[in-house]
């Protein structure tokens, strides 16, 4: 590759030879990363080309896994083959013919953030940039090599759409896609409109990649997969050239998909600033558009991104013929939690009684990812209790440790500490349970957890789609009712209610700049990036002061008026440390609620 096309000219040629410097380091971090990756593998067995070659040929290997020179087969029987194909064009040749037998094939490409560890640690040998050309020398024989040369992180089996639950609608809109990938001729010749580009939008953990990779699997086409963070490259038009690449191994191997993981990180606007990496990135961003508009819809290759902030996207990502499809993958309600939580249980064994319904009743706006780690964890505590299956003990331990944070062991408080974290706990307890509008309270507890003494916990009873102003109102309330507590029970203030305090301003805040609920009335202030009135951000704050005030008032009444209870409360976590529902609301003399 010559070197003016990576470098543009007007650097100075003193840059050349750091940049040549940083390479060579790189190529060693990449081989010794090869190494690695070579003996965490669980391969079975060694073959020659020649081996491979026939092994394509004859059919029936389930899937391909390429991670630079290295080609591993899972063969039907599940038993691994590896052989090693440095020569590029016969490696291409191999895996077509491994493709066009129905074989998975999947490319993994590096991760940025082992990538930019390692390259930090190597920054103090910077002094080897002598050696820098014969470094630019080795990066230019690699080739594309340095895209896909990677650890990968997956199973050796394929995603299917049997692993994606709760996501019905978005994997009725991939079915087009899937039958484009399956044969993008006849496709065309029905006159379907071929797709180039799907946008999966939605929060982190909700299976976005998951469903491309389904959706590859499902056609039996490869997936490449990059993250779009991968391209933030340290050097200038390096980001540009990977695009370039990419495409070009995607057109080779087409029908496939590309992922393009959290494609925000390289799909921002453009031409907001002017310094050199943004630059940069607008250069890598331009040559994606130019790569989406270029190829030819019937040569099969299909693009899809996932990102959770499609609104920071530059428009020209989504016009027409490129990401011009967008996907919504949203978290999932009741019963797609429940289904989620089937998936994932089925290499669990669970206790008769464990019902998985009342796991999802119990996990309002956990993403997929969260109750994946949910049946983790509770595997793990059932496996270190010496039970035989995961019960729902463990289950209550896990989300407890999700939600509230790891029990901090080894850190005693005295009783001093204690009872004041009790007192402020009751503070949100006694509140919580006085508002109309609130969560329920499912469990308190003066256990320290994270950075946090003690921990009030309250979960809404059925996924919450609207929030009012009564709701919010009782929110703030509810987060000051610990510093209520200090106050009238302590006659002092902890440095504890902080974080309490930035919550309940920060609603507060939203409530009158966003929602529109104060005498300011309907009022937006547009993009962080406009300039806004002094006057009017005044305003706000004296409008969110009113708010704070008011619910502080009424948390202080309150707990003024139930002082007796609170003092049963306290009592209680004194000696139990934790208490749930129940005995909560027997110490307030409340019936009992099974539900909460
Ligand atoms: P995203 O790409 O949206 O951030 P991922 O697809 O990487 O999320 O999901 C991370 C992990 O969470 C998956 O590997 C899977 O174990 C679990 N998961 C997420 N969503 C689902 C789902 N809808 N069904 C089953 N598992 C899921
Ligand atoms: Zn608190």
Request: glycine letters at 8%; aromatic letters at 6%.
């Amino acid at each position: 590759m010559p070197l003016s096309r990576l470098i543009p000219r007007s650097q100075k040629p003193g840059k050349v030879v750091v940049v040549a410097g940083f390479l060579l380091l790189l190529a060693f971090t990449l081989v010794a990363f090869g190494l690695f990756y070579r003996k965490s593998l669980p391969v079975v067995r060694d073959i020659n080309y020649t081996q491979l070659r026939e092994l394509a040929d004859a059919g029936g290997a389930r899937s391909v896994k390429i991670v630079a020179d290295e080609v591993t087969v899972t063969q039907a029987d599940g038993t691994l083959v590896r052989a090693v194909v440095t020569n590029e064009a016969a490696q291409q040749e191999v895996t077509a013919a491994f493709a066009k037998n129905k074989a998975q094939v999947e490319y993994q490409s590096l991760q940025p953030g082992v990538l930019a560890t390692a390259l930090n640690y190597t920054l103090p040998l910077v002094a080897l940039v002598a050696l820098g050309f014969i470094g630019w020398r080795v990066y230019a024989s690699m080739g594309v090599q340095s895209d896909f040369s990677a650890a990968e992180t997956g199973g050796d089996t394929a995603v299917t759409f049997a692993d994606v639950a709760g996501v019905d609608e978005a994997r009725a809109e991939l079915a087009e896609t899937i039958d484009f990938l399956r044969d993008p001729e006849k496709f065309g010749r029905l006159g379907g409109r071929p797709p180039r580009g799907l946008l999966l939008s939605g929060p982190p953990g909700t299976g976005k990649t998951l469903l491309a990779r389904a959706a590859a699997s499902e056609a039996k086409v490869p997936f490449l997969s990059v993250s779009g963070s991968s391209f933030q490259e340290k050097f200038a038009g390096l980001g540009a050239s990977r695009v370039r690449r990419l495409f070009a191994r995607a057109r080779k191997l087409a029908p496939c998909v590309i992922f393009i993981d959290e494609i925000d990180a390289l799909g921002r606007r453009r031409g907001r600033g002017s310094d050199s990496a943004s630059a940069d990135q607008d250069q890598t961003l331009n040559q994606l558009l130019i790569e989406m508009d270029g190829f030819e819809q019937l040569c099969g290759v299909v693009v899809i991104a996932s990102t959770n902030r499609p609104d920071i996207l530059d428009p020209a990502l989504t016009r027409p013929g490129r990401f011009d499809r967008e996907i919504t993958v949203n978290l999932a309600d009741m019963r797609g939690r429940e289904q989620i939580l089937r998936v994932h249980a089925r290499k669990l064994t669970l206790e008769d009684g464990l019902d998985l319904t009342w796991i999802a009743r119990g996990t309002p706006g956990f993403s997929g990812a969260d109750l994946a780690n949910l049946l983790n964890e509770a595997a793990i505590a059932a496996t270190r209790d010496g039970s035989e299956a995961v019960g729902s003990t463990h289950v209550e331990y896990a989300r407890d440790k999700i939600l509230m944070g790891v029990e901090r062991q080894g850190f005693i408080m005295d009783d001093g500490e204690r009872y004041a974290t009790a007192v402020h706990e009751s503070g949100h307890v006694a509140v919580g349970l006085a508002v109309e509008n609130g969560d329920p309270i499912h469990k308190v507890s003066i256990l320290p957890r994270g950075r946090a003494l003690g921990v009030t916990q309250a979960l809404p009873e059925r996924d919450r789609l609207m929030r009012t102003r009564q709701y919010l109102e009782d929110q703030v309330a509810m987060l000051l009712g610990g510093r209520a507590a200090e106050i009238l029970l302590l006659d002092t203030m902890t440095a504890g209610a902080s974080n309490d305090i930035e919550r309940a301003v920060e609603i507060a805040r939203r409530m009158v700049s966003e929602f529109g609920m104060s005498p300011l009335g309907p009022i937006h202030l547009g993009k962080p990036e406009d300039p806004h009135s002094q006057a009017l951000l005044d305003r706000i704050e004296q409008e969110t002061n009113v708010i704070v005030n008011a619910q502080m008032k009424r948390a202080c009444e309150v707990v003024d008026s139930r002082r007796a209870e609170i003092a049963r409360l306290v009592d209680g976590l004194m000696e139990r440390d934790t208490l749930d529902a129940d005995e909560i609301r027997e110490r307030f003399g409340l019936a009992c609620d099974r539900a909460a």
